[in-house]
């Protein structure tokens, strides 16, 4: 009964667009198409969301902005592409600036295709995404139990062999200061040069 | 004594139910204000679930500490309450939760919930004064600080504090965040600071915030009860009516005004204090 499909919480991320399929995503938040029906609340906040709604290409400027996004959001996580532009570029495809759709950054699940994409088309570009978001939980789970595994066994493979944990520690931090003490005579040839630039 | 215990046990265990479903009927009425359809009544619960099972990512672990002290003296402030002890006390130990709300928001250094949690402390100052003056309209009337005596009172409290309770109205609306005095933090859609003081709580974190204003809104209508309740047993639906009807207010004030700057609501909610639960307490001490 409280399966995580009945709360997917959108993210809504401009990128290169024209700003009509963000019209068009707005639109579905109206009494016409009243998408809160589904639970689904636009938050601002990508700790707090659970869907990536990306309008609009991206463009060399956009590019770690929406990694980032992605990056802050916790699992499970959806990305849904909402327009041509998300898709592949669209009309901006021939830009000098885009790099294409927003699967060139970030990994793209739902495809809603469309210029602009319809209201209809966008709740049902969610609904899709909801259902993958229940099947998600599944991986995410699997993830932590893994994760929860391998820090185990890293503490108790630590915990047995010590001895030798301990060596190769040491024999890495006296590589790193002879490392770092060549750095710093790089370091300080450069600055000679730099100086004698000056001169 | 053994009453105190009931209560207090179940105020720990139905507060979260009875201020989930208050959520639920805040949200669907507020859709059919806007002639929406609405989320399931136990939307609330849902989206709760779901943070739960999320993924944990926190800037700090202090946040977690913080958020379970925050909903630790909520739940003391409520037993409290409804164990029938000292109302002043009550209050202070509110403020306490608050404060430690404040630093699980600034711990985390981020600009936004910084913010937030800078307007969340003017919101305190333009809330804490009717505070205050209510418990001393209590003491005025009733003669003591004590719960369960101001519960046992002859007559309801509120026909000698009307202009108290007028302004404890008033100030509930900024103590719940609700619409012209949502700055901290807003319950529709987002604004100019993204969350404020919940932009750096996911998932587990907002779902322990999201419980504490759960027991936290059914203290708040308590203490509306409180004004009703007197030593006649049919009083407490009266009470429960008020509520009732205070919530229902609550509700159409959020759907139907705008955001205020946190200065025009200093200004207002200490004039609404001075002026109805001020000159209700003067008058009051004039007359005793
Ligand atoms: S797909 Fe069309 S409507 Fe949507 S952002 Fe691109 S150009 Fe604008």
Not at chain 1, 9 to 21: A, E, F, R
Not at chain 1, 59 to 73: C, F, G, H, I, T
Not at chain 1, 150 to 178: F, H, L, N, Y
Request: glycine letters at 6%; hydrophobic letters at 45%; a positive charge.
């Amino acid at each position: 009964m409280f399966e995580i499909k009945r709360s997917p919480w959108v993210l809504h991320y401009d990128g290169s667009s024209c700003n009509g399929c963000d019209i068009e995503v707005l639109a579905c938040l109206t009494p016409v198409y009243d998408a809160e029906r589904f639970g689904i609340i636009n938050t601002g906040d990508p700790m707090q969301a659970d869907i990536l709604l990306i309008t609009g290409g991206i463009n060399s400027q956009n590019a770690p902005v929406v990694k980032q996004l992605y990056d802050q959001m916790p699992r499970p996580k959806v990305v849904c592409a909402v327009g041509v532009c998300a898709c592949t570029g669209g009309i901006f495809k021939d830009c000098y600036n885009i790099l294409g759709g927003a699967d060139t950054v970030i990994p793209v699940d739902i495809y809603v295709p469309g210029c602009a994409a319809r209201p209809q088309a966008i709740i049902d570009g969610i609904v899709k995404a909801v259902d993958l978001f229940e099947k998600r939980l599944e991986e995410h789970k699997q993830w932590v139990a893994e994760h929860e595994n391998r820090e185990k066994t890293d503490k108790s493979a630590a915990a047995k062999q010590p001895q030798k944990a301990q060596q190769p520690a040491g024999e890495t931090a006296k590589a790193q200061s002879q490392n770092s003490a060549q750095r710093r005579s790089k370091n300080a040839k450069g600055r000679k040069t730099a100086k004698r630039r000056k001169k | 004594m053994r009453n105190s215990i009931i209560s207090v046990i179940a105020y720990i265990l139905l507060a979260p139910i009875a201020g989930g479903l208050l959520e639920g009927i805040d949200r669907k009425i507020s859709a059919r204000m806007q002639r929406r359809v609405g989320p399931p009544l136990l939307q609330p619960f849902y989206d709760v679930a779901k943070l739960f099972k999320k993924q944990v990512i926190s800037v700090t672990n202090a946040q977690t500490f913080l958020l379970l002290s925050y909903l630790v003296f909520m739940v003391l402030t409520g037993s409290m309450f409804f164990a029938g002890s000292d109302i002043l006390l009550c209050m202070f130990v509110l403020s306490t939760a608050a404060m430690f709300l404040y630093f699980a928001s600034t711990v985390t250094s981020s600009p936004y919930s910084t913010i937030g949690a800078s307007r969340e402390l003017i919101q305190m100052i333009a809330y804490e004064p009717a505070v205050l003056m209510a418990c001393v309209g209590f003491y005025l009337v009733d003669g003591s600080f004590e719960i369960h005596e101001i519960a046992s009172s002859p007559v309801s409290s509120i026909f000698n504090l009307p202009g108290v309770f007028a302004a404890f109205v008033f100030i509930i609306t900024i103590k719940m965040r609700k619409s012209p005095f949502d700055i901290s933090t807003s319950h529709h859609a987002h604004q100019e600071i993204v969350k404020g003081i919940t932009s750096e709580m996911g998932a587990r974190n907002l779902a322990l915030f999201t419980v504490t204003e759960w027991y936290e809104n059914v203290f708040l209508m308590g203490v509306i009860g409180l004004f009703v309740v007197n030593k006649n047993p049919y009083s407490y639906i009266s009470a429960l009516f008020v509520v009732v009807i205070v919530y229902f207010l609550e509700i159409l004030i959020d759907n139907t005004s705008a955001r205020m700057k946190q200065r025009e609501m200093l200004k207002l909610s200490w004039a609404v204090t001075l002026v109805l639960a001020g000159s209700n307490i003067w008058i009051l001490m004039l007359i005793k």
